[in-house]
């Protein structure tokens, strides 16, 4: 148990003066979040728990090792190759017992629905999930597909997050937690309203007749927009679908739930396995060009610290946002572009994915 104590900010005091409102809504699962039987004015806070995927590496093992340490929060790290997590998360520091590592590969939707059997199996409450696992495939020439026979980007980053979340609401909902979220990791790379987000190949769903026809480059087009296959539009695609369902998840239930859900662009991490299958000269110019020319660098460390932020601190609790940061490291609410913001698209996006993955 962790003890919350009386030198708080305001926006805290107003973070926990809503949590008893919260709380008084929600089913209780086994220890209440706000232990009232502390010592007189404290309050005790039980300690959280969050699911990470893809926390093997990059912004997700950073995201992990920053909530662990806290002691706030245990952290499931859930990763489609166990001894690898086991391996980073030891060698990041994270102490024993901080985390558990669970399998999960997205790349499967039988696979997700055993995560989710095996996390409800755990006992543990669902207070955070954190979707942020992601490939990027910028020099294929042809698609590979998942085990679904969806094209691999759209298929990972997309659609086997969307089922993981879509299951998981039933235990976000449980939760009594006092500040439920569902983050899902966006970028910048998919917003057409940035430089960033011009560079070519540009993301465009189109009107979806490939998402629609299940990316299966048999009967439809790998790509979501009909078009030919391309690797590096997939994975903007998928952050664009990322961004929507956020939007979508945020529309259908913030109101009646009280949920969180939010995305971010935690900066350009480029010195993360994202970029494991690109030329060896872009590995090797890439972070010095994003470092000293566009200055839109961030290490793991201080990316893993925002999104840590998205998921946990009591001031950053609003609904359907989209978190970056400025200069100084202080977060803002920004603009997502015209696509990325589309609540026609978010809704076909919702609707057309719920039936490839088998919930509608
Ligand atoms: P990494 O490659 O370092 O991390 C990606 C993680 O996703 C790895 O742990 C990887 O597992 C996991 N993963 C991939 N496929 C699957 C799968 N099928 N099932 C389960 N896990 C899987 O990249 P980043 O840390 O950079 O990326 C993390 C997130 O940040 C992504 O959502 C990305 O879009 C986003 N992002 C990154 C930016 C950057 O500049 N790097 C900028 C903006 C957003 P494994 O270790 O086994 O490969
Ligand atoms: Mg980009 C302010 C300018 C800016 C920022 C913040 C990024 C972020 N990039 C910027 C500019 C440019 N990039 C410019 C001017 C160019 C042309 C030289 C450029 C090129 C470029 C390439 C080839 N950038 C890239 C690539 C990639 O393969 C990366 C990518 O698109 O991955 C999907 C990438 C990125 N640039 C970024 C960020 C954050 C990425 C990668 C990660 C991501 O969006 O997930």
């Not at 520091?93 to 755990?122: C, I, N, P, W």
């Not at 011009?198 to 480059?217: H, I, Q, S």
């Amino acid at each position: 148990m962790l003890i919350v104590c009386e030198c708080f900010s305001t926006k805290q005091r107003e973070f926990n003066a809503r949590i008893g409102a919260v709380r008084a809504q929600t089913t209780a699962t086994a220890s209440p979040a706000v232990n009232r039987s502390a010592p007189e004015g404290k309050k005790t806070l039980r300690q959280g728990c969050v699911v990470v995927t893809g926390a093997s590496s990059g912004l997700g093992l950073a995201t992990a090792k920053a909530l662990a340490e806290t002691g706030k929060w245990h952290v499931i790290m859930a990763c489609r190759d166990f001894l690898k997590a086991e391996r980073a998360a030891k060698s990041a520091g994270m102490a024993k017992g901080s985390y558990t590592v669970m399998h999960l590969d997205l790349a499967s939707l039988d696979s997700v629905r055993q995560f989710v059997e095996s996390f409800r199996r755990s006992g543990r409450p669902l207070d955070v999930l954190v979707c942020n696992a992601a490939v990027y495939q910028p020099t294929a020439k042809e698609p590979t597909f998942t085990a679904d026979g969806f094209e691999l980007s759209v298929g990972t980053n997309h659609l086997g997050h969307f089922l993981l979340s879509r299951l998981l609401m039933d235990d976000l909902q449980k939760s009594d937690y006092p500040s439920k979220r569902l983050i899902i990791v966006g970028s910048i790379t998919g917003n057409t309203n940035t430089l960033a987000g011009n560079v070519p190949p540009k993301a465009n769903l189109g009107d979806m007749r490939g998402l629609a026809g299940g990316l299966n480059g048999l009967n439809s087009s790998a790509m979501i927009d009909g078009g030919d296959f391309d690797g590096a539009k997939a994975y903007k695609d998928s952050k664009v679908c990322n961004m929507l369902t956020m939007q979508e998840f945020h529309r259908r239930y913030h109101e009646e739930t009280g949920i969180t859900f939010a995305s971010l662009y935690p900066g350009c991490i480029a010195t993360t396995g994202l970029f494991r299958e690109h030329i060896p000269l872009f590995r090797l110019l890439f972070p010095p060009f994003q470092k000293y020319i566009t200055k839109g660098y961030v290490s793991e460390d201080e990316a893993g610290k925002r999104l840590a932020q998205v998921a946990a601190d009591p001031s950053l609790t609003k609904s359907g946002v989209y978190w970056s940061w400025n200069k100084d490291s202080a977060s803002f609410e920004n603009q997502l572009s015209q696509e990325a913001s589309d609540a026609d698209k978010a809704r076909k996006v919702w609707e057309v994915s719920e039936k490839l993955v088998g919930l509608a």
